[in-house]
């Protein structure tokens, strides 16, 4: 129904029972976030702001940042943006960021981790968030990248409030914050699941190694039953849980992640209007009927076809 569908899609995220689920877009510079906007997303679940920085050799300036971030925000005046601090380390080194030699960077210094050595990086990056978002008029998040534990998310939160930010989350993209999903969302407004990353702890499985790809699919049951835990706690706690990795492009899978307890599904611009026409095709007792068979299934081609 989703090839057919995706042109039908009337560009607002909800079952056809009226149950929102927000379709939202991953951006990382002006071009894409510009895509997006064109695309219908309503709003950007992943700003990777990191993306601006890979070829810088030093801290850019806090207004250097804030032009660079605004020039993002730009088109989405008066919808909801979540900007994730710098995610640097493992696959997205930046220079200016680059930890003590390591044996494994992606269990290393990396994510929000770096801010724990070096807060003023971060307070800085959150000054210029919070002018961009003066300049932009866009309703603006902040998100920390690689939280492990709930105090970890507690600190970010503390210090996204001290910036002036009104709603700080963090990603669900360690197993220990999934395990932790409701504690962790008790220290801040709101999760996301990084599915790359979840993925690849979860099956111990390194997310650029071909070999071990099969691992890292995103339908795993193994995985599937981990976003359940957070899609739980979101609605114990009455707050927001969203996925931003890869897995939320996938429109079969999007009623799955709704059936689960996902409030946001947050993707490339290309995928936005056949995901956000799947959803509108499917009542939310059949997303939970998907996420039963699903987390059920005994792998990960059996929950694919278990829900088709
Ligand atoms: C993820 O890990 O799923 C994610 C969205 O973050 P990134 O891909 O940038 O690590
Ligand atoms: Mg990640």
């Avoid at 929000?112 to 070096?118: E, G, I, L, P, T």
């Avoid at 866009?138 to 920390?144: E, F, I």
């Avoid at 099969?214 to 706690?233: E, F, H, S």
Wanted: glycine share 10%.
């Amino acid at each position: 129904a989703t090839a057919g569908g995706a042109a039908e899609w009337n560009g607002k995220g909800e079952t056809s029972d009226g149950h929102p689920v927000k379709v939202l877009a991953n951006v990382g510079a002006p071009t894409d976030a510009r895509a997006a906007a064109d695309a219908g997303a309503e709003g950007v679940g992943l700003f990777r702001t990191e993306f601006c920085y890979l070829d810088a050799d030093d801290e850019p300036g806090v207004d250097e940042q804030r032009s660079a971030y605004a020039a993002v925000l730009e088109p989405f005046r008066g919808k909801p943006v979540i900007v994730r601090t710098l995610d640097a380390g493992a696959d997205k080194p930046l220079a200016f960021l680059a930890p003590e030699a390591e044996p494994n960077p992606a269990l290393g210094v990396r994510g929000v981790r770096v801010a724990f050595d070096r807060p003023g990086v971060l307070d800085r990056q959150l000054e210029a968030i919070a002018g961009a978002t003066a300049d932009s008029g866009a309703d603006v998040a902040v998100m920390a990248p690689m939280v492990a534990t709930a105090d970890e998310a507690a600190w970010f939160a503390e210090r996204a409030r001290a910036a002036g930010i009104a709603r700080a989350g963090v990603m669900i993209e360690v197993p220990a914050a999934a395990l932790s999903a409701r504690e962790v969302l008790e220290a801040v407004d709101f999760v996301s699941v990084g599915t790359n990353d979840l993925a690849q702890y979860t099956f111990a499985a390194d997310r650029q190694l071909g070999a071990v790809a099969t691992l890292n699919d995103p339908w795993q049951p193994a995985l599937l039953r981990l976003i359940g835990m957070v899609g739980d706690a979101a609605r114990v706690t009455g707050k927001p849980a969203g996925v931003c990795g890869e897995a939320a492009a996938d429109p079969g899978l999007a009623r799955v992640l709704a059936g689960l307890g996902v409030t946001s599904l947050s993707m490339n611009a290309a995928s936005v209007r056949a995901v956000g026409a799947a959803l509108a095709c499917v009542t939310l007792a059949e997303c939970e009927r998907a996420a039963e068979q699903a987390l059920a299934a005994p792998n990960a081609q059996a929950a694919r076809t278990a829900t088709k």
